[in-house]
């Protein structure tokens, strides 16, 4: 998983293409990017505050 948004509704209502990089918005109640990491809090880049704690992951380099 590279990145995780959770929204206030729904977003899609048909098929998609995923962005390459999720903003976010107005609608936008988190957003979790799992990259570069270290510990186990990730860190929420929303601005709302909703940091979350990993548990059992292990933090590898980013790919692309």
Do not use: C, M
């Not at 976010?24 to 570069?36: E, I, K, N, P, V």
């Not at 860190?43 to 990993?54: C, K, L, P, R, T």
Request: a neutral charge; hydrophobic letters at 30%.
């Amino acid at each position: 998983i590279h990145t995780v948004r959770i929204s206030r509704g729904v977003r899609y209502s048909a098929a998609f293409q995923p962005a390459k990089s999720f903003q976010t918005d107005s609608q936008t109640l988190a957003l979790y990017r799992f990259h570069g990491g270290q510990g186990n809090i990730v860190q929420d880049d929303s601005g709302n505050g909703h940091d979350a704690q990993v548990y059992d992951a292990e933090w590898t380099a980013k790919t692309n």
